[in-house]
């Protein structure tokens, strides 16, 4: 979730005007690894991207297929 004031790191829906926050997988590499571990590597990667430090609220992880709770939320 970003910052107040950062839509244009949000991506446009191809069929209405409406933004969306930018959504990241991990790397094939980390599914061998525990949930926690994959989480803790993706917070690294965004917090290490130019485009995006500072400017993200929180991180939300849900495991794939199951968007209902996310199993984790690191706030930054």
Avoid: H, T
């Amino acid at each position: 979730m970003l910052k107040n004031g950062n839509d244009e790191l949000k991506f446009k829906s191809p069929s209405s005007d409406k933004l969306f926050n930018p959504v990241w997988y991990s790397y094939l590499k980390f599914n061998r690894y525990d949930e926690e571990r994959i989480a803790a590597k993706m917070v690294e990667r965004v917090q290490m991207n130019s485009k995006y430090a500072g400017k993200i609220q929180q991180l939300q992880f849900y495991r794939n297929g199951d968007r209902s709770q996310p199993f984790k939320i690191v706030r930054l």
